[in-house]
T-cell receptor, first 115, second 114 residues
Framework: NAGVMQNPRHLVRRRGQEARLRCSPM?????VYWYRQLPEEGLKFMVY????????ESGMPKERFSAEFPKEGPSILRIQQVVRGDSAAYFC?????????????FGNGTRLTVT | AQSVTQLGSHVSVSEGALVLLRCNYS??????LFWYVQYPNQGLQLLLK??????LVKGINGFEAEFKKSETSFHLTKPSAHMSDAAEYFC????????????FGKGTRLSVIA
């Protein structure tokens, strides 16, 4: 049973370009979470999605960032018009149901570098 | 809102020595508490989880953590460090609400000296 798959592992974008980060949850998991990790700051929650629904986006910047988890296909975190401050590791995690009953399973992350 | 504080961004121990990584939480309701480990260039792996059953929780790789409500702590310990334990460790908290995401501490980097 494959784990959480994220791609690409590394992504380099120039300022102003768009970045698309993909996450395929574990088989049977319908809950997806995106986190951003900056050095010395730990993981910051960005958004929580279930199939076709955004449940909690309280950690998402108001502009340029969006996320989706369509009925078919991976979850996508999209960053428009990237800036240097967007450089970070972005982690996706999934679970079959709520956190109370099931821990999160993390992917290996996408490391975004904005030049 | 819940939060987690990890005391010490970097801990260094000798191989075979006791490992103690500190975590204090803040929550207005009974929490669920977690420890995760992250190896270089990888995602996070669950070490152990507290869900209000037993206060002493045993995890993988010989780690355990004790929930102390009076101290609002959930410190991670291992009696004897191994070189392979060198990694970054994160404490996280959630509450008994299905839609509440995990809140992570800033992490503690563990170095093991031969």
């Amino acid at each position: 049973n494959a784990g959480v798959m994220q791609n690409p592992r590394h992504l380099v974008r120039r300022r102003g370009q768009e970045a698309r980060l993909r996450c395929s949850p574990m088989k049977g998991h319908s809950h997806v979470y995106w986190y951003r990790q900056l050095p010395e700051e730990g993981l910051k929650f960005m958004v929580y999605l279930q199939k076709e629904n955004i449940i909690d986006e309280s950690g998402m910047p108001k502009e340029r960032f969006s996320a989706e988890f369509p009925k078919e296909g991976p979850s996508i975190l999209r960053i428009q018009q990237v800036v240097r401050g967007d450089s970070a590791a972005y982690f996706c995690a999934s679970s079959p149901d709520s956190i109370n009953n099931s821990p999160l399973h993390f992917g290996n992350g996408t490391r975004l570098t904005v030049t | 809102a819940q939060s987690v504080t990890q005391l010490g961004s970097h801990v260094s121990v000798s191989e075979g020595a006791l490992v103690l990584l500190r975590c204090n939480y803040s929550s207005s309701v009974p929490p669920y508490l977690f420890w995760y480990v992250q190896y270089p260039n990888q995602g996070l792996q669950l070490l152990l989880k507290y869900t209000s059953a037993a206060t002493l929780v045993k995890g993988i790789n010989g780690f355990e953590a004790e929930f102390k409500k009076s101290e609002t702590s959930f410190h991670l310990t291992k009696p004897s460090a191994h070189m392979s334990d060198a990694a970054e460790y994160f404490c996280a908290v959630s509450v008994n609400s299905g839609n509440t995401p995990l809140v992570f501490g800033k992490g503690t980097r563990l170095s093991v000296i031969a």
